[in-house]
Nanobody
Framework: QVQLVESGGGLVQAGGSLRLSCAAS????????MAWFRQAPGKEREFVAG????????YYTDSVKGRFTISRDNAKNTVYLQMSSLKPEDTAVYYC?????????????????WGQGTQVTVSS
């Protein structure tokens, strides 16, 4: 199993920045594709960004392209989400997730392990 613990959430004004971290423990971190999802009140959980095992390839949902950057440090067993130019519509609980599958995917049900989530609130 893999245990995932997110941190770095908080309250920020629109236009500000936050960096989320997700620390993994358990099995070999570099075996997993990693992703960030988010869930706003009353909405379904959605894919935000993903990164392959090696870190060479990343994907983003259209609404965060150019503002968010996902990265990973396999030596530290940690994945990051740098968020800039934050908007009120980015307010949500952010979750990191790990996937042992063959290819990086945006499909929620493909992910094997989830963190507990960290709240990000962007005020206008």
């Amino acid at each position: 199993q893999v245990q995932l613990v997110e941190s770095g959430g908080g309250l920020v004004q629109a236009g500000g920045s936050l960096r989320l971290s997700c620390a993994a423990s358990g099995r070999t971190f570099s075996n997993y594709h990693m992703a960030w999802f988010r869930q706003a009140p009353g909405k379904e959980r959605e894919f935000v960004a993903g990164i392959t095992r090696s870190g060479r390839t990343t994907y983003y949902t259209d609404s965060v392209k150019g503002r968010f950057t996902i990265s990973r440090d396999n030596a530290k067993n940690t994945v990051y989400l740098q968020m800039s130019s934050l908007k009120p519509e980015d307010t949500a609980v952010y979750y990191c997730a790990a996937d042992l599958g063959l290819a990086l995917t945006m499909t929620i049900t493909s992910y094997d392990y989830w963190g507990q989530g960290t709240q990000v609130t962007v005020s206008s």
